[in-house]
Each structure stands twice: as structure tokens, then as C-alpha cells.
């Protein structure tokens, strides 16, 4: 008989090995790091800790770390606490039907034993000393080849300490799909900040393995929305309304902080707990977008943090093996409660009534019209005015009118701003992306027009100015004021502007002298010294789409021959994660938690930095700052701010159109803001060249005498 038609023999059916049993359930149970924390959290919540601890080293795969001090574990339970289907909470099968705690399967600790070298030290109160053991495929070994595997006592506090090491170590598959380490240390973070918001009577901490300072830290009795607050930002905690009820007809209670129509964000946010665990629900997630539909603008998102209680036996929580769904009874009815009589959409849409003039702080502040005037596809020219703009037709008719028009206007059609101000909330036509960052970096190109805004919103009254008392920054006013050139200073801050000699100079009068001005070179000057004396008082430029650092960095790296450009643009996500809070605090640089740059600070009203240099000026401030001293970061991370921010001529192959936008953006943006500002010239200009006196009007004079 011929192979080709040699019966096919089915392979015998085997038992599989318990402990190939047990590696397959673990990597069901725990995919990813977060999924360890996550049930970890939940451990030491049901041991009524009121303390808990997180370090992370290489986002969870090479150490993942819990403290708490919770009632700890008793020494007599440590031999079995990592075996499969052991647990305190369950004795039978219809416990489950009125379960209160996190866990009930016995299977969290389990399924880390059998994919990571995992160590638990604990310690009762009434213990005199702490216990620490090793586990391994959920058995005791020793901590040390040939040594005993019998818990070893220690010193310690109250409470448990979970270590898991080298998490996949055994599943190389896994660990390869998990390389990017700074996206499993962000998961991490925000499973932390979530059971931080809703357990805010606990406190949390979450740190990265030998960093100086902690990513998360909640205080114990902290409210939830200073929570949110402290997480997301005082500007969206600000813009959250609270919502608590109870829908009888359904038997559910309900309570949580969510949006109202001040709120602007674009990314959406639902942290969604039903009987204190985090889930996540498509059918509720769905109603609630709905519900936010008629509410919002089309370009924002609402963040929605629900507390859902249900009773227990209406739940099934053992739906999921990580037990991240979640099943109850009356399902269909249970997820429409967005249309029962108690949170009805007209009630909704009263709480959250549409006010898109929320300030930098998100407090409603006293509201003036703010009107977007008329725009080519490709322009952005919006203005605040009190009155009604004039007609087209009518500005043709004005003098002024294209003075009043350039006023308005963005630098040029070559630096096409991706933002929008955050304190003229967008609609669903607003631009979403910048149509050119093409001189240097042609990867940030893109085609979207820029369609023309019709409609009419509001502007926040001005924010009260913020006193700085930073010796830092006291210092280096100090050394500004004291470097500068005191002629200068008053050439510049009372001059005339005359007009243009080409793309980078243009002529100014003062009293009888006139002088040339190379105000790319000088407008550097002039943004160093906003930053410094405006310190933490700036707008805020939102950047649509948010950017990512990593592309960016990667792009200025591959530009400057780097040698490894993938390794130093990971490094500048990092130098700039790491400083997030510092940047958006001082700087209105708001860094997002997937590593994009999400907004920028506005110095000078109407003016954008061309974005063609941003790529460059990520990797140069982090890699040229002085990140070590106070006074030497700001020093050095102004400056290279300040080189960003400074203008940039038009290429000679520029349309023209785009020079003369140019040109109106430095006459009556950038010249104009050297006037009635503490910009004290240094004497460096003159080094520099920037400014050269030209003619005196007495010298005129005498020259005609001579004639």
C-alpha cells in the first residue's frame, strides 16, 4: 500500500502533566503584568489594608512589587497559599451567590507562582516577627539551592510583601510580545490609579524600581475627586459634576463623578466598578456614550467614573477568568438605566449644561463672546473680540481692516497650528492636524483642510496671575535685569515699526535714530524672557492630534546620525514621562500617560512655534538640559524652549502668500510684545549684530548743511 493512502490513525488521548495544566490556566488568568497587579490589588484590599505600595522595574517583567499592611497571612497557611483552588473566602458553591470580596477562586498567586519566581513575606499583628517563603509551579522551594523550603521568619512590618520576579520567564512567547516595557508600566499605572480613585479612603503608591519620586501618590481619607484631581489633572476634576441615586424599579444604587459639557477631552475615560470591582461592561460603556452623545461636541470625550452596587446574588462574577466582565440578571434592563425615570437623558443634559468657558483652574469664570472670524481652508484666524466682527465686505471698505485681520492670524501657511486653544473649545470642524510640518521632518506631513469655523463660543475671564517664588527663578530674573543693556531696553520697548528689509530684518525708530533689527535672532531673546518672567502664568496651546514623543524623537535622532536613534528616542519619552508633572505644572507641557505631548504653553496670544523644530527640540532638551539642578534646568530647558518658540523665516521657495502671513505675524504679533513688557535687553544683541543703528536724524542734518 502506497503512503499516499495509508489511513489516518488518530493520536491517543493523554493526560496532560499537572504542571502543563497549571501553566496553561496561569496564562489565561495572568496575560500581562497588570493583570498580576490587578488581582495582587485585590488581595490586600480584602485584607483591609489601608496602605498600599506598588514598585515596578522593566513595567512589571522583571519585578512587580505589592506592600500593604493589611491583617497579613497566617504562618500555618503559607504552604498552601499558591496552590490552585485555595482560598478564605468560599467553602461552597452558592457562596458565590452572595460573595462581597475581591477574590473567591484561590487562583491569583497560583497562576503568578507558575510564570515568575514568586516570594511573600507576611506578618500578622499579634506575630512577633514576619515570614517570608519562595514558591515555584505553587509549591514551597528554598530561597537558596540545597537550603530549607520552610518559611524563613524575618524582620517586618505588619502586612504583606508580594514579590514576583522575572514574570514569563518560563513562556517565551509571552515575553517577547511584551518587550515595550514603558506600555506595561503605563497599564500598570493605570490599573493603580483606578482602585485609587475608587478606594479613597486608601492610600496608593506606584513608582518605577530606584526612580527619586512616585508616579501615584494618594493620601489616606483623600477624597475621590481629589483623586481624579491629583491623576488626570485639576482641570477635568474641576469640570466632573457628581451624580448619586437609586433606581428602585431596578435595584441598583449608583453614585460617581462624570462630565459635564465644560469638560474637554479627547480621549474618553470609563472606569466603571460594579460591587467595588473593576470591570468593563460594553453595554453600559455604549448607553453612557449615548446618553454624552447630544452633550458633547463631537471632538470631546467624556470621562465617566461609575459605582455601580447591585446585590450580590443579582451578579455572576465567575464569567471571566481574569474577572474583568461580569454578568447580572435583567441584563437588558439593568444596562438602560440611563433611560429609567432617575437619571433620564433631560435630567443629564440639565446637570451638565453646555458652558465651554472653562479657565485653566476649570472654575465657570464671567464669559464674554468670543467669535471665530472667517477663514480660508488652510488659516486659522480666530479673535477674541467683545463686539461682532464686521462683514467681509465691510473690512474690504476699512482702512484697518487688514490690520485688525493680521492680527489674528497664525504665523504662516507653513507652520499651520495642530492645536487648538484650550480656552476656545473646538467643534466637530475644527482643524484636527497640522497640513505641513514638511521643511525638516516630511513623516509629520498631512493633507487635512482646515475647514471654517461658524460657530460662536465663549472666553474664560483671565486666570489671577500666579506669584513665583522659586528662588530659581527669582535668581534668574535677577541676572537678567542685571545683564541688561539699559539704551536697549528702551529702544526696544519704545520703538516704531517702519517696515520690512527682507525675510529676517526689518527697520524700527526710536526718537530720531532708525535701526535695523534681525528679529529672528532677537525674538529668541524676547521668548526667554516671557518664559522666565511669565513662569507658570502662560496659555495653553492643545495639541490635535497629540503627537507622539517616541515618533518625533525618532525623527530629530535619525536626523542627527544617532547611533542608536530607536534606544535615544525611547530615552527622551522617558526623561520626559518621568518629568511630566514638573512640565505641566511650570511649563503647560502636559505629557499623556501613552507618551504624547498633548499640549504646549502659549506665550504670545495668536502665535504658534513653527512645528517643523519640535522633533528637534524634544531630543534636545532631553538630552542637552541639565536635569540635575534646579536653577541649571531652568536656565538651560528655557533656553532650548526659547530656541523652539523663536521665529524662523520663510524658505526661499515659500509661496508668497506664506511670506506675507509671516510677515503680518512678526508686525503685529512679535514686535508689538517687546513693548510694555519686562523684556530687558541684554547687551548680547549688540554682539550678535541683531540690531544696528542705521542713521540719526541730527547726522541727516549736518549733512544737508554741508550740501
Known amino acids: 500500500m502506497s503512503l499516499d493512502h495509508a489511513p489516518i490513525r488518530p493520536a491517543p488521548i493523554r493526560k496532560l502533566d499537572e504542571v502543563v495544566v497549571n501553566r496553561i490556566a496561569a496564562g489565561e488568568i495572568i496575560n500581562r503584568p497588570s493583570n498580576a497587579l490587578k488581582e495582587l490589588i485585590e488581595n490586600s484590599l480584602d485584607a483591609g489594608a489601608t496602605s498600599i ?16 499592611n493589611g491583617h497579613g497571612i497566617r504562618t500555618e497557611d503559607l504552604p498552601i497559599v499558591c496552590e490552585r483552588f485555595t482560598t478564605s473566602k468560599l467553602k461552597v458553591y452558592e457562596d458565590l451567590s452572595h460573595i462581597q470580596t475581591y477574590g473567591f477562586r484561590g487562583e ?17 499583628a499579634d506575630s512577633e516577627c514576619a515570614y517570608k517563603a519562595c514558591y515555584a509551579d505553587g509549591k514551597l522551594v528554598p530561597a537558596k539551592p540545597g537550603g530549607s523550603s520552610d518559611p524563613v521568619p524575618c524582620a517586618g512590618n505588619n502586612g504583606t510583601v508580594i514579590t514576583a520576579e522575572d514574570l514569563f520567564y518560563n513562556i517565551l512567547s509571552r515575553k517577547a510580545a511584551l518587550k515595550n516595557t514603558r506600555d506595561e508600566y503605563n497599564r500598570i499605572f493605570e490599573v493603580a490609579s483606578r482602585y485609587a480613585i475608587h478606594n479613597s479612603g486608601i492610600a496608593f503608591t506606584c513608582r518605577k524600581a530606584g526612580a527619586p519620586k512616585v508616579d501615584l501618590n494618594t493620601s489616606v481619607g483623600a477624597s475621590t475627586i481629589t483623586n481624579i484631581r491629583q491623576i488626570f489633572g485639576s482641570k477635568i476634576g474641576s469640570s466632573l459634576v457628581e451624580i448619586k441615586d437609586t433606581d428602585a ?4 444604587e449608583f453614585s460617581g463623578h462624570v462630565s459635564s459639557a465644560a469638560h474637554e477631552m479627547h480621549k474618553s475615560v470609563f472606569l466603571l466598578f460594579i460591587n467595588h470591582r473593576l470591570v468593563d461592561h460594553t453595554p453600559i460603556r455604549r448607553a453612557i456614550e449615548a446618553l454624552y452623545s447630544s452633550v458633547l461636541p463631537k471632538a470631546s470625550r467624556p470621562f465617566v467614573y461609575l459605582d455601580l452596587r447591585i446585590k450580590p446574588e443579582n451578579v455572576d462574577v465567575n464569567v471571566h477568568p481574569t474577572k474583568r466582565e461580569v454578568r447580572f440578571l435583567n441584563e437588558d434592563n439593568s444596562y ?15 446637570t451638565i449644561e453646555p458652558d465651554f468657558s472653562v479657565g485653566a483652574s476649570g472654575s465657570p469664570p464671567t464669559r464674554t463672546p468670543l467669535r471665530l ?22 473690512e474690504n471698505d476699512d482702512n484697518h481692516s487688514g490690520q485688525r485681520n493680521a492680527s489674528a492670524r497664525r504665523s504662516s501657511e507653513n507652520i499651520e497650528p495642530l492645536f487648538l486653544q484650550a480656552h476656545t473649545k473646538s467643534d466637530a470642524t475644527a482643524p484636527a492636524l497640522s497640513n505641513t510640518l514638511s521643511s525638516e521632518f516630511p513623516q509629520l506631513a498631512a493633507s487635512a483642510p482646515v475647514p471654517a469655523p461658524s460657530k460662536s463660543y465663549t472666553a474664560p475671564k483671565p486666570e489671577p496671575r500666579v506669584e513665583v517664588r522659586l528662588s530659581s527663578i527669582l535668581n534668574l530674573r535677577k541676572e537678567l535685569q542685571r545683564r541688561a543693556h539699559t539704551d536697549l531696553t528702551q529702544v526696544m520697548s519704545e520703538h516704531t515699526f517702519v517696515g520690512f528689509v527682507d525675510d529676517r530684518r526689518a527697520l524700527i525708530q526710536h526718537q530720531t535714530r532708525l535701526y535695523m533689527v534681525d528679529y529672528c535672532k532677537i525674538s529668541y531673546h524676547l521668548f526667554y524672557h516671557r518664559f522666565i518672567f511669565d513662569f507658570m502664568n502662560f496659555g495653553r496651546l492643545v495639541l490635535q492630534p497629540a503627537p507622539s514623543i517616541y515618533e518625533l524623537a525618532l525623527m530629530a535622532a535619525t536626523e542627527l546620525g544617532s547611533v542608536d536613534a530607536e534606544k535615544a528616542a525611547e530615552d527622551v519619552v522617558s526623561r520626559f514621562s518621568d518629568s511630566r508633572e514638573m512640565l505641566e505644572e511650570y511649563y503647560h507641557i502636559k505629557i499623556g500617560d501613552t507618551g504624547t505631548i498633548e499640549s504646549l504653553p502659549m506665550v504670545i496670544r495668536d502665535y504658534s512655534p513653527d512645528y517643523d523644530k519640535l522633533p528637534l527640540f524634544l531630543y534636545k532638551a532631553a538630552t542637552s538640559v541639565n536635569w540635575g539642578d534646579e536653577q541649571g534646568f531652568f536656565k538651560t530647558f528655557t533656553s532650548e524652549l526659547a530656541s523652539f518658540y523663536a521665529l524662523e523665516s520663510p524658505l526661499p521657495d515659500d509661496p508668497q502668500n506664506a511670506k506675507d502671513e509671516f510677515r503680518l505675524v512678526v508686525e503685529h504679533r512679535i514686535m508689538p510684545s517687546f513693548k510694555g513688557s519686562a523684556f530687558w535687553a541684554p547687551g548680547s544683541i549688540l554682539m550678535e549684530n541683531s540690531l544696528v543703528q542705521l542713521v540719526n536724524l541730527p547726522d541727516l542734518y549736518r549733512i544737508f548743511e554741508r550740501c
Open 53 to 68: 505600595s506598588i514598585t515596578v522595574k522593566d513595567g512589571g517583567m522583571k519585578i512587580l512589587q505589592i506592600q500593604d
Open 108 to 124: 491569583a498567586l497560583a497562576s503568578i507562582s507558575h510564570v515568575s519566581h514568586l516570594s511573600i513575606a507576611t506578618k500578622q
Open 249 to 252: 424599579d431596578l435595584d441598583i
Open 336 to 350: 438602560s438605566f440611563g433611560s429609567s425615570p432617575s437619571i433620564r437623558r433631560n435630567r443629564v443634559q440639565t
Open 373 to 394: 472670524s472667517p477663514s480660508r481652508a488652510n488659516t486659522d484666524t480666530r479673535q477674541v473680540n467683545s463686539a461682532p466682527r464686521p462683514r467681509q465686505d465691510e
